[in-house]
């Protein structure tokens, strides 16, 4: 067995993605299109989370969901999809662990394509005032 598959070895990389973002894009979709935008990008539960900071502080809601736009970018990246099928806006979320981790979220039928090629997904994410950013290490597939 490879010394990376090894119980409590490092495991390897299947895909890196990154993405940068300016938060004025995201504002700009937003006055241009509404909430239509959001749902086309936002999952169920990133949707009512960004709905309940945006209604606390506006400018909180866009830069949340600026940062979940650009790790749905950075996801894609990291599978090698981009955006084409099963990878669609929705199908990817970034939630929140107990203790506040970012996760990924996936749905069907992208998380059984996933599931089948790749091991777990980590993200990061962070923002400024004007830009967000995303990224995504993906694990190889254990046997």
């Known amino acids: 067995m490879p ?3 090894r119980e409590g070895a490092l495991p390897a990389l299947a895909g890196i993605g990154i993405d940068l973002l300016r ?3 995201i504002e700009q979709a937003l006055a241009r299109r509404g909430d239509r935008f959001a749902q086309k990008i936002l999952g ?3 949707f009512a989370k ?3 900071r ?3 502080d506006p ?3 866009v830069r949340f969901l600026a940062t979940r736009f650009a790790a749905k970018e950075a996801f894609s990246k990291a599978v090698g999809l981009g955006m084409r099928m099963p990878m669609t806006w929705r199908r990817m979320q970034t939630l929140n662990a107990p203790g506040g981790r970012p996760i990924v979220v996936l749905a069907e039928p992208l998380k059984t394509w996933y599931e089948a090629r790749f091991g ?3 993200v990061s994410l962070t923002d400024e005032h004007d830009m967000v950013a995303a990224y995504v290490i993906v694990e190889t597939r254990r046997p």
């Open 23 to 25: 938060v004025e894009r």
């Open 3 to 5: 010394e990376s598959l």
């Open 54 to 56: 945006r209604n606390r």
């Open 120 to 122: 777990a997904a980590h």
């Open 59 to 61: 400018q909180r809601g």
């Open 50 to 52: 960004f709905t309940a």
């Open 44 to 46: 169920a539960e990133e």
